[in-house]
């Protein structure tokens, strides 16, 4: 099963560098977010509660615009019909999480840089937790955003459900991500914060579980 | 040998019901034909019996020498083709089907690529993408993808469908073919199908 999802996932890897379906639209999103935010604030010092709030405020709605697309893309072009011949859906959840990790995770890397050069006043004290926030917030945000694409790709107003959809299913962990964030500016060992990433580790693995037990059920027509 | 069976079978979609009392039961070799006019139902039955629609009542089952396969693994076992079939357009005829076949897990030598793509008259076009492709060629590259999997069952949902007369021969010659040594389960409203049927579903019934 985990060998055939790697391959669902480099069949992601290879149409999207063809078709560019979710990563235009995200790359696009990001720097417009962070020019409009440049802008607006100029040189102003913004508090660390408001960098890190933004920070993920721009990850969380670009995640809106590219991971909603895993499923959807697929039944637009009508493929579906073609996956459900060639796998066992639990393979298809476990490949599409997988890319929409790896998409996460490079999303959120291209952030952190653009924030790094463009915004005044950002500064990370411990990159090390920083980058651990960032490794489970994008797991925890995928394992939530490809339960939510696959069921929005079912219904028939796409565009407006999934922010719908996820904002309340994200909230608590948006919440304890930028709890975090602020923490690696402030320069706060990541021993002071393993309770908040054993959160992220129960949010994220009661999501993927009740994820592979509902899939079957959206999948199937 | 398998054995494909139905008992009772039922299908209502939106309270409508499309069939209803479908029974059948063919092993290999065989053909089961399955025809009836517009909307009565062969595609969402062969649908079914491929697994991706599920009965509103009774039951259609696998048997692979005396033993029920698990729906989850029917997926290894069928060929399937029909005109709602889409495959991917940003791919080509070549990458279509070694994609599919490893995400099966079923990956083969590139021979066994080209020599399928040479059956169906794709070789030339291997390197060229889906979306370039005509209708009738799609439905060559569809007819190389219901076989790359080497199936014991067929499922051909209007198989001559936007195929010239060379294609018409092709695929009634891999249909006779492969009713020799399996299960050939074929919906269409075509006359010239009719000679391969052991038995028929009417749903005009």
Known sequence: ?221 | MIRLFGESVQKVFNGREVFNNISFDIHTPSCLGIIGKNGSGKSTLIKIIAGLLQVTKGKILYEIDGKILSPDKLFKRIGFLSPYLHLYDEFTGIENLIIFDEIRNQKKEKEFYLDLLKKVELYDRRNDLFRTYSSGMKQRLKIAFALSNEPDVLLFDEPTSNLDDTGIELIHSIMKQHKERGILVIASNDKSDYYLFDEIINLNK
């Open chain 1, 1 to 221: 099963m985990i060998k055939e999802s790697f391959f669902i996932l480099k069949k992601d890897y290879k149409s999207e560098l063809r078709n560019r379906y979710s990563f235009n639209s995200l790359l696009l999103f990001v720097i417009i977010t962070i020019t409009i935010l440049l802008f607006s604030i100029g040189l102003e010092d913004i508090s660390l509660d408001i960098h890190a709030g933004l920070f993920w405020i721009i990850v969380f709605f670009a995640a809106t615009n590219g991971l909603s697309r895993t499923f959807v893309s697929e039944e637009e072009r009508g493929t579906t019909l073609v996956l459900k011949l060639i796998s066992e859906s639990g393979t298809i959840f476990l490949g599409k999480l997988l890319f929409n990790l790896c998409l996460m995770v490079l999303l959120s890397l291209f952030v952190f840089i653009l924030y790094l050069f463009f915004m005044n006043g950002f500064l990370i004290k411990n990159y090390f937790l920083f980058f651990v926030t960032i490794i489970f917030g994008s797991i925890g945000l995928s394992s939530a955003s490809t339960i939510i694409a696959a069921i929005i790709s079912k219904a028939s107003n796409k565009g407006t459900l999934y922010p719908i959809l996820s904002f309340p299913i994200l909230l608590p962990l948006l919440i304890i991500l930028i709890g975090l964030t602020k923490s690696s500016m402030i320069g706060k060992s990541i021993i002071n914060e393993l309770n908040q990433f054993l959160l992220i580790i129960s949010y994220s693995g009661i999501l993927i579980t009740v994820s592979f037990l509902l899939f079957d059920f959206i999948w199937k027509d």
